[in-house]
Every structure is written in structure tokens, then in C-alpha cells.
């Protein structure tokens, strides 16, 4: 934990230059993003090992009004949408919560500039803290990070 799961629509995944995202990049970027949080004693907020992201095209949509009022807009009917959640372990402040989520809100203004000022898209990014009733874990990724 953290996992950072983004679902968006699949007309993303078409190249850049069509109107498209990198996910990947964006993936990359957003990853760094959790690992450079700090908290209120200035020390990392998420293990390297445990901080991973991970992006799925949904299979099926809908949104809004299909794409009618962005025609009628002149801004085009192609509609897309993007949610992010970022789920957490229990026990950070309120004030890590805001860190966290205006940090990833700096990468998704940044990474969609040139999609929010050429198409109707909407970008949802939520910060949820876990209550765990079960929480098993099996690794050997975390060891890479924990040498000291």
C-alpha cells in the first residue's frame, strides 16, 4: 500500500497526437509524485517498494449527455474521463491526506493541460484511507528498498 488506480475511458488510449494520453508516462509520473510526499517530519510518506500505480481502459462508458452539449458547444462530442484513487494504509494526518492529493492533482493539471483546453474531459482524483479487515502482503520487491 499505496495502490493509485486509475480508470479511464479507452478513447485515451489512442496516440497523442489524436487526442490521446500516454498512460504509461502518466503512470511513471504519478508514482514519482507519491514517492517524493513528505510528511509533517519531513520523511517519506510511502514505501518505495509498496508504492505502485496502475492504469485500466474501462470496457464500457457512458458520460453526461453523450456528447451532445460539447457538438452543440462546438468543443466536439468526444467526451472522456479519467478517476484516480489513491488508497492508503490507516494512521496519516489530515494534513499528509491534502499533501498527497494536491500532489497528484499538480501531475493530472500538468499531464492533461493540452486535453483540458481541447476537449470536454473530466479528471477525478480521490484520496481514501483503508480499513482494513484483512491485509496480507508477500514480497521481495519491498527488501530492494529497506537496506540500510
Known sequence: MPHLVILYTPN??????????DMGRLCRVLCDAMLAVRDEADKQVFPTGGTRVLAYPAAHSAIAD??????????GGDYAFVYMNVRMAKGRSALTHQRVGEAL????????AAQLAARPIGI??????????????TSSLHPL????
Open 12 to 21: 485515451l488510449d489512442k496516440p497523442e497526437a489524436q487526442g490521446g494520453i
Open 66 to 75: 453523450g456528447g451532445a452539449a460539447g457538438i452543440a458547444g462546438g468543443v
Open 105 to 112: 492533482q499538480a501531475c493530472v493539471k500538468t499531464h492533461f
Open 124 to 137: 477525478t482524483v480521490q484520496v481514501d484511507e483503508g480499513h482494513e479487515v484483512f491485509d496480507g502482503k
Open 145 to 148: 528498498f529497506n537496506r540500510g
